[in-house]
């Protein structure tokens, strides 16, 4: 994937730079507003697949760029500042930032933060494949396209989030989503305190489903679901 990193450290874009390539990235510097804005303009070169935007730049203020950047392209961008109010979080979200990283952050926070967001986007391409219907795992039974839920044939009531919650966690079985992963890609937000809302969701899940197992909890990280046997 091609990664546009907008960065006018040059020390830490360079060693930013060299995780993200071992990682797999092909990443672009560039160390301005305006250097940021002539790279996304190449007719013909390959799409970047997210962002990743520094405020902090010397031509331009970052959200001002941000805002550039939308109205060009629906490439996901990820803001990255030491900003750390609610209402600087808020008003990059409305300028249409994708996730917001705030200094210093874990390199691994922020690589499950690039392949949620690059996701997202490839759900809503036309190019995408077609998603599944339905999942059947073991006596738990989801419908998608209905968002209804069912255990042994079972119906149970779901809040929106929580069958969101559940679908996410299903369609990847035994595969272990960190905590970051799962708010960004739910509640669609990097807030702190979404913590504790996600720990409710779960616990709300497996009382209402009455599989207490079926959700696991991997201690510093995040969940899994392990399915049922049938």
Not at 32 to 51: D, I, M, T, Y
Not at 71 to 87: E, F
Not at 118 to 147: C, F, M, Q, W, Y
Request: aromatic residues 4%; proline residues 5%; glycine residues 8%.
């Amino acid at each position: 994937m091609r990664l546009l990193l907008v960065e006018d450290d040059n020390h830490v874009a360079a060693a930013l730079s060299a995780i993200l390539a071992r990682h797999g990235f092909q990443v672009v510097h560039a160390r301005s507003g305006e250097e940021a804005l002539q790279a996304l303009l190449p007719a013909g070169a390959a799409p970047f697949g997210v962002v990743l935007l520094d405020l902090g730049l010397p031509d331009q203020d970052g959200y001002e760029v941000c805002g550039k950047i939308r109205k060009r392209t629906s490439t996901p961008v990820i803001m990255v500042t030491a900003r750390a109010d609610v209402r600087s979080r808020i008003h990059g979200l409305n300028l249409g930032a994708d996730d917001y990283v705030v200094k210093p952050y874990d390199t691994g926070e922020l690589l499950a933060r690039i392949h949620a967001v690059s996701r997202r986007k490839s759900a809503g391409e036309d190019t995408a494949p077609t998603p599944v219907a339905a999942l059947r795992l073991g006596n738990v039974h989801i419908e998608l396209p209905t968002r209804r839920v069912s255990v042994d044939g079972a119906e149970v009531q779901l809040t929106r989030k929580e069958f969101d919650l559940l679908a996410l966690l299903a369609q990847r079985p035994g595969v272990v989503f960190r905590r970051e992963q799962i708010i960004s890609e739910v509640w669609r937000t990097s807030w702190e305190g979404t913590g504790r809302t996600l720990e409710v969701h779960v616990a709300s899940l497996r009382s209402k489903l009455r599989l207490p197992a079926l959700i696991e909890t991997v201690r510093g990280v995040g969940y899994r679901l392990v399915a049922p046997s049938a």
